[in-house]
Nanobody, 124 residues
Framework: QVHVVESGGGLVQPGGSLRLSCAAS????????MSWYRQAPGKERELVAG????????KSADSMLGRFIISRDNAKSTVYLQMNSLKPEDTAVYYC?????????????????WGKGTLVTVSS
């Protein structure tokens, strides 16, 4: 069975830091591009950052400002999101997403998985 499980969320004060983890299982982790998305109450889900199987950043939003850093450990089938200088606007449910690399012959469009999310609340 496929499992994508986020952890590390919680309550943090403005200016603080938090490190999220996403543990994956049930599929070949190294064949998937991993990404973090977030969704604030009443708003649309948005991309935070993405990372290739070799560790290169594919896309980013907040990370472009230098506050968020995405990384992965293929040996542990885990992707991370280091969040620094957190702001109240960062409050959201953060989701982990896995998409099979299209160039690989065994990857199909339906090979995309989502975690249930972890809540990050930035408040004083």
């Amino acid at each position: 069975q496929v499992h994508v499980v986020e952890s590390g969320g919680g309550l943090v004060q403005p200016g603080g830091s938090l490190r999220l983890s996403c543990a994956a299982s049930g599929f070949t982790f190294s064949s998937y591009t991993m990404s973090w998305y977030r969704q604030a109450p009443g708003k649309e889900r948005e991309l935070v950052a993405g990372i290739t199987r070799n560790g290169g950043m594919t896309k980013s939003a907040d990370s472009m400002l230098g506050r968020f850093i995405i990384s992965r450990d293929n040996a542990k089938s885990t992707v991370y999101l280091q969040m620094n200088s957190l702001k109240p606007e960062d409050t959201a449910v953060y989701y982990c997403n896995a998409v099979c690399i299209a160039e690989l012959p065994y990857c199909t469009s339906d090979m995309s998985y989502w975690g249930k999310g972890t809540l990050v609340t930035v408040s004083s």
